[in-house]
C-alpha cells in the first residue's frame, strides 16, 4: 500500500533592504511546510496569494511576531525587512542583477540598467526612486525612451506606448543606443540567442556568466521552488 505523499517544504527569502538603494544587504532562507502560519503572519495583504507568491514587507511592530516564527532575528533597524518566494534564478551559480541593481552600479560592477513599462508605472517608479540622488550627483546618467508601436487592426493589436529608461555609468552612454539598436533587431527577427547574449553583454555580465546562462538557463529556470 501506498503512504500518503509528503509535499517538500517552501522555500522563501527575508531579506534586509538598504535604505540608501533598496537593495538587499542581507539575505536568510525560511524552509516552510506551515504555509497557513506565515498566511496569518502577513495578514490579509495575502488573502489573494493562497501560494504567497508575492513579495511582502513587515511593519516594525510585526518584526517580533516574524522572527519568533522565522526561528532567528536580523540585527535590530538593518532596513526594511521583506518577504519573497524562492525562485529558479537562485540556483544561477552568480549573482542575477535583477533587484541588485543599484548597489552594483555604485560599485562600478554593473554598467548599464534597463527597466521598461507600457507608460509611467508606479510601481516602477517607486522602485526606480533611489537611482535619484545619484543621477542628481552625476554619478549615474539617465535616459528615458519612449517608442509607440501603431494599431494593427488585422490583428486586433492596438496601439502600444514602452517607456524604456535606461541608467548609465559615466563613459557607458553608447550602450543605451546598442542596447535600442538591439530592440530594433528584435522587431525584424524575433528573440534570438545572439540577441539574448548581447544583452547580457550590454548589461554587464561576464563571459563566464553569459556562457553558463546560454547553456544551463532552460534547466535553472524549471527547477522546483
Known sequence: MGGAVVASPRRFILQALDPATGCPILEAMLRLDDLAGLRSLIGGDAEDDPDIERNYEFDTEDLPALWAFAGFAFPQGIGTIRLQAWHPLRSVP?????GFELALMLE????????SDTG??????????PFGRYVSEGRILRRVVERVFPARPSKNLRELRLRHIFFALPGEEWRVDSYLAMLGAMEETGWTEVLERRQG????????????WETQRKDALTRRR
Open 94 to 98: 552568480y549573482l542575477v542583477h535583477t
Open 108 to 115: 562600478g560592477r554593473k554598467p548599464l540598467s534597463a527597466f
Open 120 to 129: 509611467p508605472g508606479e510601481w516602477l517608479d517607486d522602485y526606480l526612486m
Open 201 to 212: 553583454e550590454l548589461l554587464g555580465y561576464l563571459d563566464w556568466q553569459r556562457d553558463w
